[in-house]
């Protein structure tokens, strides 16, 4: 236990909700400029790459900084992850190009992953069990503020500044960080040693890296029966192969598979997998259907995904205050219902839908996956002892950052295969140069669309519609597949007993 007198425990406090802030933020805020980045960037194809280079940083570092921190101490891997992410941010404002910005999104992603994990841990260390439920209680107000704040930020930052800015404002916020913790955290030089599952962490990032780097250099850098293809599929599944055979062989592994054997744990992972996959697609398109069919600038693309982020704190809390009163699937059976219905929604837009009727379906979908953010946690949890429960919740986020990661890239494709349909479609016969007046990411900003003929703005706009509300059908069927595990959930709840309202502990009570 750290001890830190109240003076320098609220020093501490603010400098850890200030890293937090900035990682949290980090995606939300840059989605909000995408729209502008691939116009002055462009690089349309190879958009998805700026967020998905950095989930899959994020996921690669953070088991490893998590028992890094263990054995060597949380400050200077926290103090590291302040600089690496800095650095990282510095880099991607002065990217001249969508894969430069995508490689140092990796940088970024990197200290990133030091962030999240060990600002979580030093909160259990400096504080005693009785005031460390209103601390994180505290930090998941900053995840919610950073939801909300995120997009109107970015958005503001995008259209006066440049988008630049967007990274560069990690810059003030991350040496204030940097100077709290450097001066008023005091941590006891005592640590435990811990066996890090480097091969494991290899083979499972080789493998996620191999089978994206496959869907989006397949059938259009490369035939998808070429050599190079083959290659990475089947480095994939190698990969693959040999991480899980590490997995069952490691005496701390990434992933516990023994955790698995608990249906409740099971189900909930996989809920998240699917669950983040669907969620990372609206966050990321919902932005470009603004700025591409409506004509907004950044500001507006973020003013319309703002709902969204409401109605997931919305749903956030929602479950959280019911899962005293319902078991966890009952809890995601609401949640999948206004998931469904929002993905739905979202489905039938076009050019001609208006704003209103947008933002009503994003404020639906954000309440559907704002249940899973609280109710997946707390179900993840529910019957491992305090020493497991760390791995449990670690586990969770893992799993739905991988779902964000795979999901951005193989929607993505999907998205950009159809586009590229629609615009032949559209263009086929007419006598007009697509290239020439049709680049997509042409009508990505107020400026650019000024330089487009009417008749061939609307047919760029009519296909980028089309082209995005079909990826969010084709993204029902993770959500399916998310519906089919909810309903294998069993009936486990959280249930107060009178000895809880009685000022003791409450129990966690399985069955219903």
Known sequence: MIQSNPRSLRFIVAGLLLGILMAAMDNTIVTTAMGTIVSDLGGMEQFVWVTSAYMVAVMAGTPIFGKLSDMYGRKRF????????????????LATSITQLSLFRVIQGIGGGALMPIAFTIIFDIFPPKSRGKATGLFGAVFGLSSIVGPLLGAFIT???????VFYINVPV????????MGFYKESPSHMKQKIDWFGAITLVGAIVCLMFGLELGGDTYAWNSAQIIGLFAGFAALLIAFLLIERKASEPIISFEMFKVRLFAASNAVALFYGAVFIVATVYIPIFVQGVYGGSATNSGLILMPMMIGSVIGAQSGGLLSTRLSFRNIM????????????????????????LLT????ITGIGVGFSFSTLNLASI?????????SATSTITFMRSLGMTVGITIFGIIQRNLLTGQMSKAFAGSGQDAASFGNPQNALT???RKLIPEAVLNKISDAMATSIAHTFLWSLI???????FIVLMPKDRVQVDKKASAGKPAAQISGE
Do not use: K
């Not at 059976?333 to 209103?356: C, E, H, P, Q, Y």
């Not at 529910?382 to 760390?390: A, C, K, T, Y």
């Open 478 to 484: 993770a959500v399916a597949l998310a519906a089919l």
């Open 159 to 165: 259209d006066h500044l440049g988008w630049n800015w």
């Open 78 to 93: 926290y103090v590291f992850g302040i600089v690496v992410f800095l650095l990282g941010s510095i880099l991607c404002g």
């Open 333 to 356: 059976l609401i949640s999948i219902v206004f998931f469904i219905a929002g993905m739905i929604l979202l489905g039938t837009l076009n050019s001609d839908s208006s704003r209103a």
């Open 174 to 181: 991350g040496i204030v960080s940097f100077i709290l913790i």
């Open 360 to 363: 009503v379906y994003s404020i």
């Open 446 to 448: 107020p400026e650019n």
């Open 382 to 390: 529910h019957h491992f002892e305090m020493r497991q429960r760390g």
